[in-house]
């Protein structure tokens, strides 16, 4: 169902009475640009622009002149919710760093709220039935430099802001904080790590009682949960890159990694303390001119709800890109699982490097 219900908004926002929640900010796990998405998000050690703040903030270094601009659209889940970004960085000349600031957001428009339908003495009345918008925000703040001058080693950090809107019911800001590392050895390989939410982040709730509660026969529905302050916790994600030429116009470069979430999920492996699922990604260039990747990730064991067998769903991907002169427009397409859901999401983004366009 495109449209979804009040219930199932508040499931994934309050399910747990736990301060700490599993899935909480997902959000800014999705990454940004088509590049990255089209090849799984197999791009922690080889995301070099101003996309980087949502991979590996490291990645900003590879900007060495001018500024870059980059925005993306993209209709996920067959356009139930709209994701957006815009970016902006720029090199520093005084430290040899380069700084970006990036805005994020998702949102699903036109959700039916019911609390109303039902009046205190049970009776039924759908004109009472309303719509609103559930949206999540968040700004990066990003700085990347080269620890100790060392020109092998490339560090970034996000400072970043949260605000989640469930429309009149609910709201919450949160701070948190990211720290990203990229080690280029002498052979060529790209070694990266992308540590999430490295201090927790914390969003703190405010629920309008009023407006969510709804009372029949005298019990309360929707009540607003206890605990208001929301405790996202540290992820990894580390990634093995290198470019292989093939003649003077082809190249091919293939990632892959691990992602990493301290608590207890359906990853390939889990464990109490961690679950471990890995991905790949690959991408081929022809003449720094167009582009074709593929890319596979949350690999994860489901139980099949008609026979009930265990199996292994995963996420495939794949996108192009053109790109002339300074301008870069890339496309990538998802699907939610392997075998599984028939929805898919379509990935739109647009960069502009002004320190290519002005070597041109």
Do not use: C
């Not at 805005?103 to 428009?109: E, K, T």
């Not at 019911?169 to 590392?181: E, K, M």
């Amino acid at each position: 169902m495109k449209k979804l219900s009040l219930l199932l908004v508040f499931i994934s926002v309050f399910a747990s009475s736990q301060i700490v929640r599993k899935y909480s900010n997902e959000f800014l796990n999705i990454g940004a640009g088509a590049r990255g998405l089209g090849m799984g998000g197999a791009v922690v050690s080889s995301q070099n622009d101003v996309y980087s703040p949502m991979w590996n903030p490291a990645g900003l270094l590879a900007i060495e002149k001018d500024w870059q601009a980059a925005a993306m659209h993209a209709e996920y889940f067959e356009s139930i919710a709209k994701y957006d970004y815009i970016a902006f960085a720029k090199p520093l000349d005084n430290s040899g760093g380069v700084f970006a600031v990036s805005v994020v957001r998702l949102g699903v428009d036109n959700i039916l709220n019911t609390t109303q339908m039902i009046d205190t003495e049970g009776n039924i009345d759908y004109d009472k039935i309303t719509k609103f918008s559930q949206a999540d925000y968040a700004a990066l703040v990003s700085y990347a430099f080269h620890p100790a001058g060392n020109q092998n080693i490339s560090a970034g950090v996000n400072a970043k802001i949260v605000y989640r809107n469930v429309g009149k019911f609910a709201n919450a800001f949160g701070f948190g904080f990211d720290a990203g590392v990229i080690y280029h050895a002498e052979n060529g390989w790209n070694y990266g790590a992308m540590a999430r939410d490295i201090t927790t982040t914390v969003n703190f709730w405010n629920v309008d009682q009023k407006k969510l509660s709804a009372i029949v026969n005298g019990e309360e529905f929707n009540p607003a949960p206890k605990d208001k302050m929301e405790l996202t916790m540290p992820k990894l994600n580390v990634g093995a890159s290198k470019k292989f030429e093939f003649g003077q116009y082809m190249s091919l470069l293939p990632e892959a990694g691990l992602n990493v979430e301290f608590a207890k999920t359906a990853a390939l492996i889990s464990t109490d303390v961690a679950s471990i699922t890995p991905y790949l990604g690959a991408e081929l260039e022809y003449n720094d001119l167009l582009f074709v990747r593929l890319g596979v990730n949350r690999f994860q064991n489901i139980t099949d709800i008609e026979s009930l067998k265990r199996k292994v769903s995963f996420q495939p991907s794949g996108g192009i890109g053109i790109k002339y002169r300074g301008l870069t427009l890339d496309y990538a397409i998802t699907n939610s699982g392997f075998g599984g859901s028939n929805y898919f999401s379509n990935f739109f983004s647009l960069k502009f490097d002004m320190g290519v366009f002005n070597n041109n």
